[in-house]
Every structure is written in C-alpha cells, then in structure tokens.
C-alpha cells in the first residue's frame, strides 16, 4: 500500500462518521429553515425572531453566559493552579471536584431544585435559623433574581469541571524549568502565573471558553428543572417550537440562528485569544 494513501484510508471512518451524522443532518436542518413547503423561504427566521419571546430568550441566553463562564473560567484557574501545585493526593482531589462531569443537566437541575423549593434544604435551614417564620418560595416569578441565581449556580457547579480538565492538562505541558528560573530572578507566584501561566496556556484557554461558550448558548434542561417558563431561553424555545407548537421549520431557523451566534462568539475568542506562530505550547 502506498504511504501516500493510507493517512486517507486512516481518516476515511471519522470522515465517514462526520458525513453521516453531522452533515447530513444539518443538511436537513438547514432545508428545513429555509423551506415553507413549495420553495426556498426566509419567512421561518421571520417568523422566530419577529415573536414577542425571542428577544426575552436571547436576552436571558446571553445573560446567562455572561455571567457564568468568567466565574467558571476563574474558578477552573484558580482549581488547576492549586492542582498543580499538590505533591500528594493530587489524582483524588481532581477526581472528587470532576464528579459533576458525570451528572447529567436534567439530574444537576433536579438536585438544585431540591436545595431552593419551598421544601428544600434552603428554606429548612432559614427556618431553623429563625431567619424567616416559614418556608418562602423562592422560584417564583415573583423572584426573578433568585431563579437566574439558582440556575447560575447550578450551572458553574455542573460545567465548572470541563474547564478544569483542559486547564490542568494545559499546566502539565508548561515546561517547570521556566518557573524556577522566574523564582531565581525573584518572580513573585503572582507575577508568574501572569507573565508565565497564562501566556502559554492560551491553547487551552482557547479550547476550554469555546467549549464552555458553545455549550452555554445550548443550556435547556437546568433551566427547565429551576425556571421552567419563568426564564425562557433559546433552546427551550427551539424545544417548544419542535413539540408543543409542532413547527420543525421554525425550530430548525432557531437552531440556525443559535449555530451562528456559537460561531461569531468562537471567531471572537480565536481572535482574542490568537496564539502566536512558532508557539509550542
């Protein structure tokens, strides 16, 4: 077999995969989302963003995103930093603050359901504490503020872990030699982490915001266990177009528009975040 043609043969079944389950159906999506039926149509986009919800969802989208992933991205930071620097007990400390990766969106929703309902740990303990004379519900449309609190909560305490991955992996691959001839010349930690860190990890922080910006433009099932229709936001409209208007075309727009955001909001962090030719790391 020719050399030159097996790296092809090699990446022929991922290929494969991406045609067959990314492709085609975005192919399909996109067919739909310009579509009425007869021909090609931008009635669809008209349709969704002219509805009275869609600047609430986007709004509460972006507001959510905002807010939560410079949170997460400091507490990822600061987590592998301290990681990094553990000499013993290093792999459980990290294998105990990653268990959230393993609970599901709908579970991590459910579980701070729990801790902010009217019967929840919260109300029991401000009860006990006397700091109200009975159990208050606090995910109401009368507290607007405490539901985006709880779901903002819920999701740094869920998706915090995806960053902190990346960015422990991207630590190991600093070479330590550079930290211990910035300690020689009388670096302090702090100027380290700023003039050493964060420049080389720039790849990792590249990867670990898109990741977490993409999939914080997707947040659905949190917000519907702690918000329900009290915070809309654009995936659980694409939701409600699908199965309880029964419009795939306008679902389909939607999805489109949400890729697009995903994507200038990606183009803004390469751009950001560029790393320079010739970097190593």
């Known amino acids: 077999m020719s050399p030159r043609i097996l790296p092809y043969l090699l990446i022929l079944p991922v290929t494969l995969f991406l045609c067959l389950f990314f492709l085609y159906p975005f192919a399909l999506v996109a067919q739909q989302a310009f579509s009425n039926g007869a021909g090609f149509t931008l009635d669809n986009f008209r349709d969704v963003v002219t509805y009275w919800k869609f600047p609430i969802s986007l ?7 905002a807010a939560v992933v410079p949170v997460q991205l400091a507490l990822a930071l600061l987590m592998a930093t301290m990681v990094s620097r553990m000499e013993r007990g290093r792999d459980l400390v990290l294998y105990v603050w990653t268990i959230p990766l393993g609970i599901s969106d709908l579970a991590a929703g459910i579980i701070w359901l729990a801790i902010f309902e009217q019967s929840g740990f919260l109300n029991s303990m401000m009860t006990g504490l ?12 009368q507290n607007p503020g405490m539901v985006f609190l709880a779901i903002a909560l819920a999701e740094i305490w869920r998706a915090t872990a995806i960053m902190l991955v990346i960015i422990v992996a991207g630590i190991g ?29 720039r790849p990792s922080l590249q990867t670990a915001l898109i990741l977490r910006v993409v999939l914080a433009f997707e947040v659905f099932a949190v917000v519907a266990a702690l918000g329900g ?5 654009l995936m659980g409209e694409i939701y409600a177009y699908q199965f309880d208007l029964q419009n795939g075309r306008a679902a389909a727009a939607l999805a489109l528009i949400v890729l697009a955001i995903s994507i200038a909001f990606t183009l803004v962090i390469l751009r950001v975040l560029r790393v320079p030719k010739g970097a190593t790391i």
């Not at 229709?229 to 936001?233: A, E, I, N, Q, R």
């Open 59 to 65: 709004q509460n989208t972006l507001l959510l995103a």
């Open 130 to 141: 006397g700091l109200v004379d009975q159990p208050v519900n606090l995910l109401s449309y």
């Open 173 to 201: 691959l600093i070479p330590k030699e550079y930290y211990e001839a910035a300690e020689v010349f009388g670096a302090s930690p702090w100027k380290r982490f700023l003039r050493i860190t964060l420049p080389l990890l």
């Open 229 to 233: 229709t009290l915070f809309p936001v």
